[in-house]
């Protein structure tokens, strides 16, 4: 049996993973700067999600939401504590593409709306609904027709939003952009956005499936623009690691939900619901978010003083522990390189090698991952001038 090649073959086989870091299977380790698209983001193997995850894999496995179970409870109080202002509900899912599916269903309900906007250089997932809303070509022509009307506008681009009209159901967007190349919004841009939307009457969707849960230094990234979204969508780091994904919404949304408008067989599987639990607490006691901020203000400084000399560094931007290095040139190279200096990275856009550490990192590991990139980079700098 083969498997499907539908991501580049690092060349590296994993057995192990603690904290930041992770282990092959010769012995090296590695400081691990991917965490699985920024999924690992409290940590390999936390003890406290292991903990939970135990615990509920003694009790039961798999229950449909149908039936109420301990866990949930404890999850939903946990939940209060953490959620975005306002948004009182919940659903769990299995993946970021699924909870996007969910909230485009929802605002084509309680609008009555087809038209959806989405913006360049968007990601939102693979599913149709979500490819959908994504920007990349590549990703999406050979997929059409996918879910119509989309129209995509210009990021932080003020003007673009007054495209925004009353047949609009929802306006979807990520506070900063990551797979599209770790592109922080303007703070004018989300509150233009958010008056538009409240003006036409179309829902806002702030998608921190990849910004949420502390990564950019709030717990939600929305919390840095003085806005507040209708429907949010999570993912990636709320199961520290395990599947999991989430739409929250308020009560007015709630209230017009029927039986039957949605379903998940695995969604909010006890498991899940254990990791998300168990997420909320780490998140909590160890003052992730805070420490998020600290760090990737650190992180930004470090590499700035390392690399801001090379004339192939653009720019190096971000928000919290989300980073991105913009090079003059296609990013594969640099990562290559920083993959046999022990650091794994992943690209975003077209030009930027992307960071989405742990929380955990330290200088330490900053430091040694700047002096990785500097290599990187210079030796792909070299190559470029000989060929
Ligand atoms: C990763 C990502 C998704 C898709 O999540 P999957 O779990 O891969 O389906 C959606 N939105 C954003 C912003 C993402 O980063």
Redo the contacts with the bound molecule.
Sequence with gaps: MKMLKFYQDRGLNIVKGKDQYVWDNQGNKYLDLHAG?GVAFLGHNNKTIIEYLKKQMEEIITLTPAFDTPIREEMLKELDTIKPENLDNVFLLN????A?ELAIKISRKITKRKKIIAFKNS????TMG?LAVTWNKKYREPFEPLIEPVEFLEYNNLDSLKKISDDVAAVIV?PVQ??GGVIPAKKEFMKALREITEKTGSLLII?E??TGFGRTGKIWAYQHFDIKPDILTA??AIGGGFPV?AVFLPDWIGEKLEEGDHGSTYGGNPLATAAVTAACKVLKSENVPEQAREKGELFIKILKEKLEDFKSVREIRGLGLMIGIDLRFNPSTTIKILQDEKVLSLKAGLTVVRFLPPYLITQYDMEWASNAARKGISETERTKLAS
Aim: overall charge negative; hydrophobic content about 20%.
């Design positions: 698209h993946s970021g593409s699924e996007i990601f939102h997932g693979r979500a990520e990551g797979e998608d499936v990849q993912g990636k994904s």
